[in-house]
């Protein structure tokens, strides 16, 4: 397949190898699925997604993520690329948005967002929690200041994605800007701008509570260069959405079974959670006030000494 390489999709193709370069090559079926893909997809220690269970999961002092830029309206462009629905075009805008804060050290200017989703209810979304799946998951990739992607790429903390969680519920709000247009892009390469876009309507109302890992990208090659923070607090999509993003066809032209790759294990990685509120009675009065006080005493010492 031919497609115009535009200074948009160079960005796409690195992240998501997307539409054009790899037509065909990867899916997420039984010749091209996650079982067949090469590289660090198959040989990674570190990879994405997980199951976020209690058991692997530590309580942290984290600062909040800080979401710059995110309340800005501007123009995007969103394309199917033949793996999912992706918006990019944030890099261009008078003030880029950016992530910082959550113990990332320094900068991530948002590059572009998708989803991942399945044809049934009960899965589609990448990580899980505690076993369950959501019905679909956004994942907002942020790239570190200063970095190409090619760089990022090679870097363990190159690439920050924000992982928000979607739940069937009656207010269309979080994805109607993008459900406008997203009959416009049925077909693998169907590209369409949105002209008036806010970001920040792509995020829970509480952004405090969220889980911190190190993982990878996704989907091929599955770069461990990922600073992962997944949100607790799910966004809504209605089923008409739901159903739109069913809609969607991949590479061979066919809607998509499902998009999202299955969980890995940790290899010894832990994930940190931030509690929307550090409510005081909690942490001191229960059994983990031990290893809370060992955390928060070790975090200060990890700033003195380095
Ligand atoms: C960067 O990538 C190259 C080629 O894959 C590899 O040889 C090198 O070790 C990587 N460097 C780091 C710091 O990961
Ligand atoms: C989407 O792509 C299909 C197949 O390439 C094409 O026929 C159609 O015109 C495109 N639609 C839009 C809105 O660009
Ligand atoms: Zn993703």
Same mark, same amino acid.
């Given at each position: 397949m031919h497609s115009p390489l535009s200074s948009f999709t160079i960005p796409l193709i690195l992240l998501v190898?997307?539409?054009?370069?790899?037509?065909?090559?990867?899916?997420?079926?039984?010749?091209? =699925?996650p079982q067949t893909w090469k590289g660090d997809c198959q040989? =990674?220690?570190?990879?994405?997604?997980?199951?976020?269970?209690t058991m692997d999961t530590d309580y942290a002092l984290m600062d909040r993520v800080n979401f710059i830029g995110y309340d800005q309206v501007d123009e995007v462009t969103m394309q199917n690329n033949g793996h999912t629905v992706a918006t990019a075009g944030f890099t261009e805008w008078k003030n880029p948005p950016y992530v910082s804060g959550g113990a990332l050290q320094g900068k991530y200017f948002l590059q572009q967002f998708h989803l991942h989703w399945g044809k049934k209810d009960h899965e589609g979304s990448e990580h899980k929690i505690g076993g369950l799946s959501y019905p679909a998951e956004l994942h907002l990739v942020h790239l570190k200041e200063g970095l190409t992607i090619t760089e990022a790429m090679n870097k363990s903390d190159g690439l920050a994605v924000v992982g928000v969680f979607l739940n069937i519920a009656?207010?269309?709000?979080?994805l109607a800007a993008m459900a406008d247009k997203l009959d416009d892009v049925i077909y693998a390469g169907n590209e369409t701008d949105i002209d008036r876009f806010r970001p920040r309507s792509l995020l829970p109302s509480v952004t405090d509570a969220f889980y911190r890992y190190e993982g990878s990208l996704t989907t091929p090659g599955c770069s461990e260069a990922v600073q992962w923070i997944v949100l607790a607090e799910p966004i809504t999509i209605t089923r008409k959405q739901l159903d739109q993003l069913r809609k969607i066809r991949n590479m061979e032209g066919e809607e998509h079974e499902k998009n999202f790759r299955p969980t890995f294990p940790l290899n010894g990685r832990r994930i940190r959670f931030r509690p929307a509120q550090y409510d005081r009675l909690r942490f001191c009065s229960s059994s983990y006030s031990l290893s809370f006080f060992i955390t928060v005493l070790s975090t200060l010492l990890a700033k003195i000494i380095f």
């Open positions: 190898q997307s539409y054009g370069v790899s037509a065909a090559s990867w899916g997420y079926g039984y010749n091209d =699925g040989t =990674g220690l570190r990879q994405t997604p997980i199951d976020i269970r009656e207010s269309g709000e979080p």
